[in-house]
Nanobody, 127 residues
Framework: VHVAESGGGSVQPGESLRLSCVISDSTLDLYYIGWFRQLPGQEREGVSCISGSEDITYYADSVKGRFTISRDNAKNTVYLQMNSLKPEDSAVYYC?????????????????????WGQGTQVTVSS
């Protein structure tokens, strides 16, 4: 399966962005999808993940209440709506896909559980 992210950019604090993740496989609901972010020299951090057909979601504490993950199976796309962005949200954001080998929270905490990764999209939040 191939994964491709888009939607990054530069915004001011308090503004919003919506990231999109297109999955090449038409059976999107079979996959767990995760959004991760990474700063140079740091480990990849799980931001939000969503399970397959049950749409169980997980959010990191740092984004809870501000970010929303959703999926549109008809478009093979998973979205990450990011509101009230903060400078500390700046990073390269990656989308990843794999089967459900563990709970959604566990999958989000262990990026190596995801086998398919996109190329990343830069998000910069600065005044």
């Amino acid at each position: 399966v191939h994964v491709a992210e888009s939607g990054g950019g530069s915004v001011q604090p308090g503004e919003s962005l919506r990231l999109s993740c297109v999955i090449s496989d038409s059976t999107l609901d079979l996959y767990y999808i995760g959004w991760f972010r990474q700063l140079p020299g740091q480990e990849r951090e799980g931001v939000s993940c969503i399970s397959g057909s049950e749409d169980i979601t997980y959010y990191a504490d740092s984004v809870k209440g501000r970010f929303t993950i959703s999926r549109d199976n008809a478009k093979n796309t998973v979205y990450l709506q990011m509101n009230s962005l903060k400078p500390e949200d700046s990073a390269v954001y990656y989308c990843a896909a794999d089967g459900g080998w563990a709970t959604v929270q566990a999958m989000c905490g262990m990026s190596p559980l995801f086998g398919a990764w996109g190329q990343g999209t830069q998000v910069t939040v600065s005044s």
